[in-house]
Protein backbone atom coordinates (compact mmCIF):
# COMPACT_ATOMS: atom_id res chain seq x y z
CA UNK A 1 0.00 0.00 0.00
CA UNK A 2 1.29 3.30 -1.01
CA UNK A 3 2.09 6.06 1.39
CA UNK A 4 -0.38 8.64 -0.13
CA UNK A 5 -3.10 5.64 -0.25
CA UNK A 6 -2.74 4.85 3.41
CA UNK A 7 -3.68 8.66 4.46
CA UNK A 8 -6.93 8.30 2.57
CA UNK A 9 -9.73 6.48 4.24
CA UNK A 10 -11.91 6.55 1.36
CA UNK A 11 -9.26 4.06 -0.50
CA UNK A 12 -7.90 2.40 2.57
CA UNK A 13 -11.71 0.95 2.99
CA UNK A 14 -12.15 0.89 -0.81
CA UNK A 15 -14.93 3.00 -1.19
CA UNK A 16 -13.42 5.64 -3.55
CA UNK A 17 -16.01 4.82 -6.58
CA UNK A 18 -19.04 4.89 -3.67
CA UNK A 19 -20.58 7.79 -1.51
CA UNK A 20 -19.00 7.72 1.59
CA UNK A 21 -22.66 7.73 3.76
CA UNK A 22 -20.73 9.80 6.08
CA UNK A 23 -20.51 12.71 4.27
CA UNK A 24 -23.90 13.82 3.45
CA UNK A 25 -25.02 15.43 6.49
CA UNK A 26 -28.31 16.83 4.89
CA UNK A 27 -30.76 14.72 3.47
CA UNK A 28 -32.64 17.57 1.28
CA UNK A 29 -31.68 16.16 -2.28
CA UNK A 30 -33.24 12.89 -1.71
CA UNK A 31 -30.48 11.07 -2.91
CA UNK A 32 -29.84 8.54 -0.05
CA UNK A 33 -31.54 5.32 0.47
CA UNK A 34 -30.39 4.48 3.94
CA UNK A 35 -32.83 4.53 6.61
CA UNK A 36 -33.47 2.69 9.72
CA UNK A 37 -36.76 1.37 9.69
CA UNK A 38 -37.07 0.80 13.28
CA UNK A 39 -36.72 4.58 13.42
CA UNK A 40 -39.77 5.86 11.43
CA UNK A 41 -43.05 6.02 13.12
CA UNK A 42 -44.72 2.62 11.63
CA UNK A 43 -47.96 4.01 11.25
CA UNK A 44 -47.36 6.00 8.44
CA UNK A 45 -45.85 3.26 6.38
CA UNK A 46 -48.69 0.86 5.17
CA UNK A 47 -48.63 -2.65 3.40
CA UNK A 48 -50.52 -1.15 0.47
CA UNK A 49 -48.71 2.15 0.30
CA UNK A 50 -51.28 4.33 0.75
CA UNK A 51 -51.57 7.92 2.20
CA UNK A 52 -52.34 8.99 5.61
CA UNK A 53 -52.40 12.18 7.51
CA UNK A 54 -50.01 12.93 9.89
CA UNK A 55 -47.67 15.30 11.74
CA UNK A 56 -43.85 14.75 12.42
CA UNK A 57 -42.46 17.03 15.14
CA UNK A 58 -39.16 16.64 15.66
CA UNK A 59 -35.62 18.34 16.63
CA UNK A 60 -33.23 19.53 13.41
CA UNK A 61 -30.96 16.93 12.70
CA UNK A 62 -33.31 13.79 13.95
CA UNK A 63 -34.06 12.91 10.08
CA UNK A 64 -37.75 14.17 9.17
CA UNK A 65 -36.12 15.50 5.19
CA UNK A 66 -35.32 12.16 4.57
CA UNK A 67 -38.43 10.25 6.28
CA UNK A 68 -40.47 13.12 3.88
CA UNK A 69 -38.23 11.65 1.13
CA UNK A 70 -38.84 8.36 1.78
CA UNK A 71 -42.73 9.04 2.75
CA UNK A 72 -42.93 10.61 -0.95
CA UNK A 73 -41.20 8.19 -2.56
CA UNK A 74 -43.32 5.62 -1.49
CA UNK A 75 -46.74 6.66 -2.33
CA UNK A 76 -48.06 5.06 -5.42
CA UNK A 77 -48.30 7.88 -8.42
CA UNK A 78 -51.17 6.14 -10.20
CA UNK A 79 -52.58 6.84 -6.80
CA UNK A 80 -52.02 9.56 -5.99
CA UNK A 81 -51.62 13.49 -6.71
CA UNK A 82 -48.77 14.35 -4.86
CA UNK A 83 -47.79 17.87 -3.99
CA UNK A 84 -44.86 18.66 -2.22
CA UNK A 85 -44.50 22.21 -0.75
CA UNK A 86 -41.19 23.63 0.48
CA UNK A 87 -39.63 26.65 1.55
CA UNK A 88 -39.15 27.99 -1.94
CA UNK A 89 -42.70 28.15 -2.56
CA UNK A 90 -44.04 29.13 1.48
CA UNK A 91 -41.49 31.64 0.96
CA UNK A 92 -42.99 33.33 -2.26
CA UNK A 93 -47.10 33.47 -0.45
CA UNK A 94 -45.44 34.65 2.81
CA UNK A 95 -43.73 37.32 1.07
CA UNK A 96 -46.83 38.65 -0.09
CA UNK A 97 -48.82 38.55 3.01
CA UNK A 98 -45.97 40.78 4.84
CA UNK A 99 -45.86 42.75 1.92
CA UNK A 100 -49.41 43.55 2.02
CA UNK A 101 -49.35 43.84 6.15
CA UNK A 102 -46.40 45.44 6.69
CA UNK A 103 -45.38 47.25 3.62
CA UNK A 104 -42.49 49.01 5.62
CA UNK A 105 -41.43 45.78 7.76
CA UNK A 106 -42.70 47.56 11.22
CA UNK A 107 -44.69 44.22 12.01
CA UNK A 108 -41.80 42.53 11.78
CA UNK A 109 -39.32 44.98 13.85
CA UNK A 110 -42.23 45.19 16.75
CA UNK A 111 -43.81 41.82 17.14
CA UNK A 112 -45.07 38.99 14.36
CA UNK A 113 -44.26 39.23 10.63
CA UNK A 114 -47.17 36.86 9.98
CA UNK A 115 -49.41 38.66 12.19
CA UNK A 116 -52.71 38.32 10.60
CA UNK A 117 -52.08 35.01 9.66
CA UNK A 118 -54.87 32.42 9.74
CA UNK A 119 -56.03 29.27 7.96
CA UNK A 120 -57.83 31.38 5.04
CA UNK A 121 -54.05 32.30 3.95
CA UNK A 122 -52.62 28.66 4.43
CA UNK A 123 -55.78 27.68 2.40
CA UNK A 124 -55.09 30.02 -0.10
CA UNK A 125 -51.50 28.31 -0.10
CA UNK A 126 -52.57 24.86 -0.67
CA UNK A 127 -55.07 25.37 -3.05
CA UNK A 128 -52.82 27.93 -5.22
CA UNK A 129 -49.69 25.17 -5.20
CA UNK A 130 -52.19 22.58 -6.66
CA UNK A 131 -53.82 24.55 -9.65
CA UNK A 132 -49.82 25.34 -10.36
CA UNK A 133 -49.17 21.92 -10.55
CA UNK A 134 -52.72 20.43 -11.82
CA UNK A 135 -52.71 23.13 -14.54
CA UNK A 136 -48.51 22.44 -15.51
CA UNK A 137 -48.84 18.81 -15.19
CA UNK A 138 -51.81 18.97 -18.12
CA UNK A 139 -49.62 20.69 -20.07
CA UNK A 140 -46.43 18.24 -19.84
CA UNK A 141 -48.79 15.22 -20.04
CA UNK A 142 -52.44 15.85 -21.24
CA UNK A 143 -55.00 13.45 -19.19
CA UNK A 144 -58.50 12.94 -20.24
CA UNK A 145 -60.38 15.78 -19.35
CA UNK A 146 -64.40 14.93 -18.29
CA UNK A 147 -67.36 15.76 -20.05
CA UNK A 148 -69.44 17.53 -17.85
CA UNK A 149 -71.69 20.19 -17.70
CA UNK A 150 -70.93 23.39 -18.40
CA UNK A 151 -71.84 24.80 -15.18
CA UNK A 152 -69.41 22.73 -13.60
CA UNK A 153 -66.65 23.82 -15.85
CA UNK A 154 -67.06 27.76 -15.19
CA UNK A 155 -66.93 26.12 -11.86
CA UNK A 156 -63.52 24.86 -12.19
CA UNK A 157 -62.14 27.57 -14.66
CA UNK A 158 -63.09 30.32 -12.26
CA UNK A 159 -60.87 28.72 -9.52
CA UNK A 160 -58.24 28.12 -11.69
CA UNK A 161 -57.99 31.47 -13.19
CA UNK A 162 -57.90 33.06 -9.29
CA UNK A 163 -55.40 30.61 -8.14
CA UNK A 164 -53.13 29.60 -10.95
CA UNK A 165 -49.49 30.59 -10.10
CA UNK A 166 -47.57 29.96 -13.32
CA UNK A 167 -45.32 32.32 -15.32
CA UNK A 168 -47.77 33.79 -17.55
CA UNK A 169 -50.93 32.32 -18.66
CA UNK A 170 -49.92 30.40 -21.45
CA UNK A 171 -50.54 27.12 -19.61
CA UNK A 172 -53.46 28.09 -18.16
CA UNK A 173 -55.05 29.38 -21.76
CA UNK A 174 -54.28 25.60 -22.81
CA UNK A 175 -56.07 24.07 -20.31
CA UNK A 176 -59.25 26.08 -20.43
CA UNK A 177 -59.39 25.75 -24.62
CA UNK A 178 -59.12 22.22 -23.71
CA UNK A 179 -61.36 21.77 -21.76
CA UNK A 180 -63.95 23.45 -23.07
CA UNK A 181 -62.95 21.52 -26.56
CA UNK A 182 -61.94 24.77 -28.29
CA UNK A 183 -60.69 24.86 -31.68
CA UNK A 184 -58.22 26.67 -33.08
CA UNK A 185 -61.09 29.25 -34.95
CA UNK A 186 -62.46 30.01 -31.57
CA UNK A 187 -59.55 29.62 -28.52
CA UNK A 188 -59.54 32.33 -26.20
CA UNK A 189 -56.36 34.07 -25.16
CA UNK A 190 -56.42 36.92 -22.75
CA UNK A 191 -54.76 39.09 -24.99
CA UNK A 192 -58.16 39.26 -27.02
CA UNK A 193 -60.50 40.36 -23.90
CA UNK A 194 -62.12 43.89 -24.19
CA UNK A 195 -61.28 44.84 -20.46
CA UNK A 196 -62.51 48.39 -20.62
CA UNK A 197 -66.17 50.33 -21.93
CA UNK A 198 -66.26 54.07 -22.65
CA UNK A 199 -67.97 55.74 -19.93
CA UNK A 200 -69.18 59.45 -20.12
CA UNK A 201 -65.47 60.04 -22.55
CA UNK A 202 -63.72 57.50 -19.64
CA UNK A 203 -62.53 54.42 -20.25
CA UNK A 204 -63.05 52.38 -17.35
CA UNK A 205 -62.64 48.28 -16.59
CA UNK A 206 -65.64 46.76 -16.96
CA UNK A 207 -68.15 45.73 -13.92
CA UNK A 208 -67.30 42.06 -14.09
CA UNK A 209 -63.67 42.72 -14.31
CA UNK A 210 -63.54 45.16 -11.20
CA UNK A 211 -65.48 42.51 -9.39
CA UNK A 212 -62.97 40.26 -9.86
CA UNK A 213 -59.71 42.26 -9.27
CA UNK A 214 -61.67 43.49 -5.68
CA UNK A 215 -62.14 39.19 -4.86
CA UNK A 216 -58.09 38.94 -5.81
CA UNK A 217 -57.25 42.02 -3.82
CA UNK A 218 -58.80 40.39 -0.60
CA UNK A 219 -56.72 37.12 -1.51
CA UNK A 220 -53.32 38.80 -0.24
CA UNK A 221 -50.99 36.29 -0.66
CA UNK A 222 -52.13 35.26 -4.48
CA UNK A 223 -49.94 36.73 -6.90
CA UNK A 224 -52.06 40.09 -8.28
CA UNK A 225 -51.99 38.78 -11.97
CA UNK A 226 -55.40 40.83 -14.40
CA UNK A 227 -54.13 38.24 -17.19
CA UNK A 228 -55.68 35.67 -15.63
CA UNK A 229 -58.61 37.26 -14.91
CA UNK A 230 -59.10 38.79 -18.32
CA UNK A 231 -59.25 35.19 -19.29
CA UNK A 232 -62.13 34.55 -16.99
CA UNK A 233 -63.86 37.87 -18.52
CA UNK A 234 -63.41 36.94 -21.98
CA UNK A 235 -64.68 33.16 -21.11
CA UNK A 236 -67.85 34.37 -18.86
CA UNK A 237 -68.69 36.65 -21.73
CA UNK A 238 -68.43 34.17 -24.97
CA UNK A 239 -69.88 31.31 -22.56
CA UNK A 240 -73.25 33.76 -21.10
CA UNK A 241 -71.91 33.19 -17.34
CA UNK A 242 -71.37 36.92 -16.18
CA UNK A 243 -74.30 37.17 -13.45
CA UNK A 244 -72.84 33.72 -12.25
CA UNK A 245 -69.44 34.57 -12.04
CA UNK A 246 -70.00 38.20 -10.68
CA UNK A 247 -71.82 36.82 -7.62
CA UNK A 248 -69.12 34.53 -6.36
CA UNK A 249 -67.32 34.96 -3.20
CA UNK A 250 -63.87 33.74 -3.98
CA UNK A 251 -62.58 34.86 -0.56
CA UNK A 252 -64.84 33.44 1.96
CA UNK A 253 -64.93 30.01 0.29
CA UNK A 254 -61.01 29.23 -0.04
CA UNK A 255 -61.33 25.80 1.65
CA UNK A 256 -64.46 25.21 -0.25
CA UNK A 257 -62.98 25.53 -3.62
CA UNK A 258 -59.94 23.42 -2.14
CA UNK A 259 -62.75 20.51 -1.36
CA UNK A 260 -63.83 21.09 -5.06
CA UNK A 261 -60.93 20.71 -7.04
CA UNK A 262 -59.43 17.67 -4.87
CA UNK A 263 -62.87 15.79 -4.52
CA UNK A 264 -62.85 16.44 -8.89
CA UNK A 265 -59.78 15.32 -8.97
CA UNK A 266 -60.65 12.41 -7.43
CA UNK A 267 -63.68 11.52 -9.06
CA UNK A 268 -62.60 12.72 -12.56
CA UNK A 269 -59.18 11.40 -12.46
CA UNK A 270 -59.12 8.91 -10.33
CA UNK A 271 -56.54 10.63 -8.16
CA UNK A 272 -56.38 11.73 -4.06
CA UNK A 273 -54.43 15.07 -3.34
CA UNK A 274 -51.45 14.64 -0.54
CA UNK A 275 -49.87 17.66 0.95
CA UNK A 276 -46.88 17.26 2.02
CA UNK A 277 -44.75 20.12 4.01
CA UNK A 278 -41.22 20.70 4.71
CA UNK A 279 -38.50 22.94 5.12
CA UNK A 280 -40.19 25.82 7.05
CA UNK A 281 -37.30 26.04 8.94
CA UNK A 282 -35.57 27.45 6.43
CA UNK A 283 -37.63 30.41 5.88
CA UNK A 284 -36.74 33.84 7.14
CA UNK A 285 -40.09 35.03 8.67
CA UNK A 286 -40.36 32.07 10.58
CA UNK A 287 -36.46 31.70 11.66
CA UNK A 288 -33.48 34.11 11.55
CA UNK A 289 -30.11 32.78 11.71
CA UNK A 290 -29.92 30.78 15.02
CA UNK A 291 -33.17 32.10 16.35
CA UNK A 292 -36.76 31.07 15.71
CA UNK A 293 -39.85 33.90 15.19
CA UNK A 294 -42.21 32.53 17.72
CA UNK A 295 -44.86 33.94 17.08
CA UNK A 296 -44.98 33.60 13.59
CA UNK A 297 -44.25 30.07 14.07
CA UNK A 298 -47.02 29.41 15.80
CA UNK A 299 -49.73 31.49 13.65
CA UNK A 300 -48.45 29.21 10.95
CA UNK A 301 -48.75 25.89 12.80
CA UNK A 302 -52.11 26.66 13.86
CA UNK A 303 -53.12 27.63 10.55
CA UNK A 304 -51.50 24.00 8.74
CA UNK A 305 -54.03 22.69 11.76
CA UNK A 306 -57.39 24.98 11.93
CA UNK A 307 -60.53 23.44 12.17
CA UNK A 308 -61.36 24.20 8.50
CA UNK A 309 -58.87 22.53 6.86
CA UNK A 310 -58.67 19.33 9.38
CA UNK A 311 -62.55 19.02 8.71
CA UNK A 312 -61.51 18.11 4.61
CA UNK A 313 -58.60 15.74 6.19
CA UNK A 314 -61.42 13.97 7.96
CA UNK A 315 -64.06 13.96 5.63
CA UNK A 316 -60.76 12.18 3.15
CA UNK A 317 -60.92 15.06 0.37
CA UNK A 318 -57.29 14.99 0.74
CA UNK A 319 -54.65 13.81 2.62
CA UNK A 320 -51.78 15.69 4.49
CA UNK A 321 -48.66 15.38 6.10
CA UNK A 322 -46.69 17.68 7.80
CA UNK A 323 -43.04 17.48 8.76
CA UNK A 324 -42.18 20.59 11.19
CA UNK A 325 -39.28 21.23 13.57
CA UNK A 326 -39.79 20.99 16.98
CA UNK A 327 -39.30 24.21 19.47
CA UNK A 328 -39.50 24.24 23.18
CA UNK A 329 -42.76 25.92 23.98
CA UNK A 330 -44.70 25.41 20.83
CA UNK A 331 -46.67 21.94 20.53
CA UNK A 332 -48.59 21.41 17.50
CA UNK A 333 -50.87 19.08 19.04
CA UNK A 334 -52.16 22.06 21.50
CA UNK A 335 -53.98 23.30 18.38
CA UNK A 336 -55.27 19.79 17.06
CA UNK A 337 -58.84 19.17 18.15
CA UNK A 338 -58.62 15.28 17.71
CA UNK A 339 -54.91 13.78 18.04
CA UNK A 340 -56.42 10.54 17.53
CA UNK A 341 -57.33 11.23 14.03
CA UNK A 342 -54.71 13.66 13.00
CA UNK A 343 -51.91 12.40 14.86
CA UNK A 344 -48.21 14.12 15.95
CA UNK A 345 -45.14 11.35 15.84
CA UNK A 346 -42.02 12.52 17.07
CA UNK A 347 -38.71 11.16 16.25
CA UNK A 348 -36.11 10.37 19.14
CA UNK A 349 -32.84 9.36 18.79
CA UNK A 350 -30.64 7.79 22.07
CA UNK A 351 -27.00 5.95 21.65
CA UNK A 352 -28.05 2.50 20.73
CA UNK A 353 -30.42 3.56 17.90
CA UNK A 354 -27.42 5.95 16.50
CA UNK A 355 -24.71 2.83 16.62
CA UNK A 356 -27.32 1.22 14.71
CA UNK A 357 -27.52 3.67 12.68
CA UNK A 358 -23.77 4.30 11.72
CA UNK A 359 -23.62 0.35 11.66
CA UNK A 360 -26.24 0.41 9.07
CA UNK A 361 -24.45 3.05 6.96
CA UNK A 362 -20.86 1.02 7.69
CA UNK A 363 -22.56 -2.31 6.03
CA UNK A 364 -23.88 -0.84 3.18
CA UNK A 365 -20.46 0.74 2.24
CA UNK A 366 -19.08 -2.50 2.87
CA UNK A 367 -20.78 -4.67 0.87
CA UNK A 368 -20.23 -2.59 -2.10
CA UNK A 369 -16.88 -1.19 -1.65
CA UNK A 370 -14.14 -2.25 -3.88
CA UNK A 371 -12.07 -6.21 -3.53
CA UNK A 372 -8.53 -3.59 -3.74
CA UNK A 373 -8.71 -2.40 -0.46
CA UNK A 374 -6.61 -2.57 2.59
CA UNK A 375 -9.27 -4.10 5.30
CA UNK A 376 -13.09 -3.87 5.36
CA UNK A 377 -14.99 -1.82 7.81
CA UNK A 378 -15.31 -2.83 11.07
CA UNK A 379 -18.20 -2.45 13.08
CA UNK A 380 -18.61 1.42 14.54
CA UNK A 381 -17.46 0.84 17.77
CA UNK A 382 -14.17 0.13 17.07
CA UNK A 383 -13.99 2.46 13.99
CA UNK A 384 -14.75 5.04 17.02
CA UNK A 385 -12.52 3.00 19.59
CA UNK A 386 -15.40 2.82 21.39
CA UNK A 387 -13.99 0.61 24.19
CA UNK A 388 -12.25 3.52 25.82
CA UNK A 389 -14.36 5.38 28.63
CA UNK A 390 -13.12 8.45 27.80
CA UNK A 391 -13.99 8.21 23.90
CA UNK A 392 -17.58 6.71 24.63
CA UNK A 393 -17.96 9.55 27.07
CA UNK A 394 -17.48 11.84 23.92
CA UNK A 395 -19.34 9.98 21.33
CA UNK A 396 -22.55 9.20 23.62
CA UNK A 397 -22.82 13.38 23.93
CA UNK A 398 -24.10 12.62 19.82
CA UNK A 399 -27.67 13.27 20.01
CA UNK A 400 -28.57 13.29 16.17
CA UNK A 401 -28.00 11.30 13.01
CA UNK A 402 -27.13 14.88 11.59
CA UNK A 403 -24.74 15.66 14.22
CA UNK A 404 -23.30 12.09 13.83
CA UNK A 405 -22.23 13.15 10.07
CA UNK A 406 -20.74 16.30 11.01
CA UNK A 407 -18.79 14.43 13.85
CA UNK A 408 -18.00 11.86 11.65
CA UNK A 409 -17.05 14.05 8.74
CA UNK A 410 -14.24 15.87 10.69
CA UNK A 411 -13.24 12.46 12.37
CA UNK A 412 -12.33 10.78 9.11
CA UNK A 413 -10.42 14.51 8.32
CA UNK A 414 -8.52 13.96 11.51
CA UNK A 415 -7.54 10.39 10.75
CA UNK A 416 -6.55 11.00 7.13
CA UNK A 417 -4.24 13.51 8.93
CA UNK A 418 -2.91 10.96 11.53
CA UNK A 419 -2.64 8.04 9.35
CA UNK A 420 0.93 7.43 9.29
CA UNK A 421 1.25 8.42 13.19
CA UNK A 422 -0.69 5.56 15.14
CA UNK A 423 -0.16 2.07 14.73
CA UNK A 424 -3.42 1.28 13.27
CA UNK A 425 -4.55 4.07 11.14
CA UNK A 426 -8.12 4.44 10.31
CA UNK A 427 -8.99 3.50 14.15
CA UNK A 428 -9.73 6.58 15.81
CA UNK A 429 -7.63 7.56 18.95
CA UNK A 430 -8.68 10.11 21.52
CA UNK A 431 -7.54 12.78 20.10
CA UNK A 432 -8.97 12.47 16.71
CA UNK A 433 -12.10 12.02 18.63
CA UNK A 434 -11.77 15.04 20.64
CA UNK A 435 -10.77 17.34 17.95
CA UNK A 436 -13.36 16.28 15.46
CA UNK A 437 -16.28 16.57 17.86
CA UNK A 438 -14.80 20.28 19.00
CA UNK A 439 -14.87 21.08 15.28
CA UNK A 440 -18.39 19.40 14.34
CA UNK A 441 -19.87 20.95 17.45
CA UNK A 442 -19.28 24.30 15.19
CA UNK A 443 -21.02 22.89 12.32
CA UNK A 444 -24.04 22.15 14.66
CA UNK A 445 -24.09 25.61 16.58
CA UNK A 446 -24.29 27.35 13.14
CA UNK A 447 -26.73 25.57 11.44
CA UNK A 448 -29.43 23.30 14.03
CA UNK A 449 -29.29 24.31 17.57
CA UNK A 450 -31.61 27.36 17.45
CA UNK A 451 -31.60 30.40 20.03
CA UNK A 452 -35.06 30.08 21.41
Known sequence: MQQAENRD?????????????????????CGSDIIVATMLPQLIFK???????????????????LLRCQYYKYLNSSEY?????????????????VAQMSPNGEACSKSSCLLGWSANEFGQLLLSVLVTQFVDVYQETPFDLPNISMDQKIDLITILCF?????????????????????????????????QILERNIYQDKPLLTNLKR???KLIVLRNDSKNLELLLLIAESEQYQSPIMERKIHDNVVMYLIYLT?????????????????????????????????SLKLFYKSSVSQAILSA???????????????????????????????????????KSLMNYADYLLQDMNKKASTCRCKSFTDFKILV????????????????????????LELIREMNECANDVKKPFIATVQNVKDAHRESAKHVYKGDRIRE
Not at 48 to 65: E, L, R, V
Not at 164 to 188: H, M, Q
Not at 265 to 290: A, C, P, Q, S, W
Open 263 to 295: EFMRKHLKKTVVFIIDGIDENRYLFKERSVHKE
Open 215 to 217: ELN
Open 47 to 65: PDHSATSFSIQSKFGTGKT
Open 81 to 97: FKILILNQQINEYLERF
Open 385 to 408: GYSNELIASIIDEIRTPRELHYFM
Open 313 to 351: VMAHNFHLSLFYPKIDGIDLRDAIGRNDKFPTYEMNWNT
Open 9 to 29: FNKYYGITELENRFQTPSSDA
Open 163 to 195: YYNGPGARNLENFVNSFLNKTDDDIYRAKNAVV
